[in-house]
């Protein structure tokens, strides 16, 4: 089992910024990748970025410019700093991973628990 927790939401004003954090924890697993969703009220569940392990950082045409996935791997913990913010970005931030556990080439993904994010104007 891996456990992902956010930190970092909260309530800023449009033009702002926020760092979001996500810090992976458990026994003997590996991250292939990290990404964030969002959700806002209404609305489905959307990716806004992703970090595959080795691979290259995409980001949805919204946050491009504007938002950056980096990835701590000595501390198993991924960050969202997200600048220039606008009420549209104002959501609920999902971290997601897919792992795997020692020499298993089995791949499980995880959801931390979401963190909101609100942008007033």
């Known amino acids: 089992q891996v456990q992902l927790v956010e930190s970092g939401g909260g309530l800023v004003q449009a033009g702002g910024s926020l760092n979001l954090s996500c810090a992976a924890s458990?026994?003997?697993?590996?991250?292939?990748?990290v990404a964030w969703y969002r959700q806002a009220p209404g609305k489905q569940r959307e990716l806004v970025a992703t970090?595959?392990?080795?691979?290259?950082?995409n980001y949805a045409d919204f946050v491009k410019g504007r938002f950056t996935i980096s990835r701590d791997n000595t501390k198993n913990t991924v960050y969202l700093q997200m600048n220039s913010l606008e009420p549209e970005d104002t959501a609920v931030y999902y971290c997601?991973?897919?792992?795997?556990?020692?020499?298993?080439?089995?791949?499980?993904?995880?959801w931390g628990q979401g963190t909101q994010v609100t942008v007033s104007s």
């Open positions: 997601y991973a897919l792992v795997t556990f020692g020499a298993s080439r089995n791949v499980f993904q995880y």
């Open positions: 458990g026994s003997r697993f590996s991250i292939s990748a």
């Open positions: 970090s595959p392990t080795g691979g290259t950082t």
